[in-house]
């Protein structure tokens, strides 16, 4: 990414996305993106993004910053926007490790995936995708897996970025409502990350159904440590194609 200007209070940069991100074919995945504008908003609180259109990949996109909201174009198309949510959004129960490697020889999506090349939950090789693949645990409607944070995935860095942290919460909630054909858009997410994502640890995901109203499917999705520290949670809402 490069800075492009600073006029007045608003700050503008723009940039591309490999397609390496993607979600479904040719679209940067939705907590990816979503965990991109947070990182523009101060840590401490919960952030809310809405994705108003799917962000392709390597097309010229410009953020533009001011005050307390992000914003993400591509042309003059209003693409993401993300404020400062009100509320902590509530995360579902932990899951221990040994159920949730279990629940992953569930996972829907290896038989039927609609986005195979997803860098979250696709059939990437390790360290080239996130390779998180939550399957049926406990009642319906709760699925879990392990994710192991790749250090490749993180440049070597201290800690997982962002955009990697979104994208754990992302996919697994909308696994939560998909079976087998069901095709789903991310619509809003809302999340809080309480702490760093270690790159060479292993952590559990787990998400929650909340219910429906037509075609939105409400979801809650947290990142644990494997002794059940909460390090991340969302609450989300998907739109069912």
């Known amino acids: 990414m490069r800075l492009e200007r600073s006029e007045m209070n608003t700050h503008v940069q723009e940039f591309s996305v490999q397609d390496r ?3 479904p074919k040719g679209m940067v995945n939705g907590g990816w993106i979503s965990g991109l504008l947070a990182s523009y908003l101060p840590s401490a609180g919960a952030v809310e993004v809405t994705l108003r259109a799917p ?23 209003l693409l993401v926007e993300a404020v400062p949510a009100e509320e902590d959004p509530l995360p579902p129960p932990f899951v221990p490790l040994d ?9 829907v999506g290896a038989g039927s995936h609609p986005f195979p090349d997803c860098f979250v939950c696709g059939e990437r090789e390790p360290g080239n995708g996130m390779r998180i693949h939550p399957g049926t645990v406990g009642a319906p409607g709760t699925v879990a897996a392990s994710w192991f944070a790749h250090p490749v995935l993180a440049e070597w860095a201290a800690s997982m970025p962002l955009t990697h942290v979104w994208g754990a919460l992302d996919c697994p909630s909308g ?14 997410i809302t ?6 994502v270690v790159p060479g640890r292993t952590y559990v995901v787990v998400a929650r159904r909340q219910g429906r109203e037509r075609r939105k499917l409400f979801a809650s999705s947290a990142v644990y440590e494997v002794d059940g520290r909460l390090v991340a949670a969302a609450g989300a809402t998907w739109i069912e194609m």
Do not use: K, M, N
């Open 55 to 77: 962000t392709p990949v390597d097309a010229g996109l410009r953020i533009e910053r001011a005050g307390s909201r992000v914003e993400l174009f591509h042309g003059t198309e």
């Open 99 to 107: 159920q949730a490697r279990r629940a992953e020889r569930h996972f």
């Open 191 to 196: 999340a809080r990350v309480h702490r760093q």
């Open 175 to 188: 696994w939560a409502h998909l079976e087998p054909g069901g095709v789903a858009l991310l619509g809003r």
């Open 21 to 23: 991100y993607c979600g």
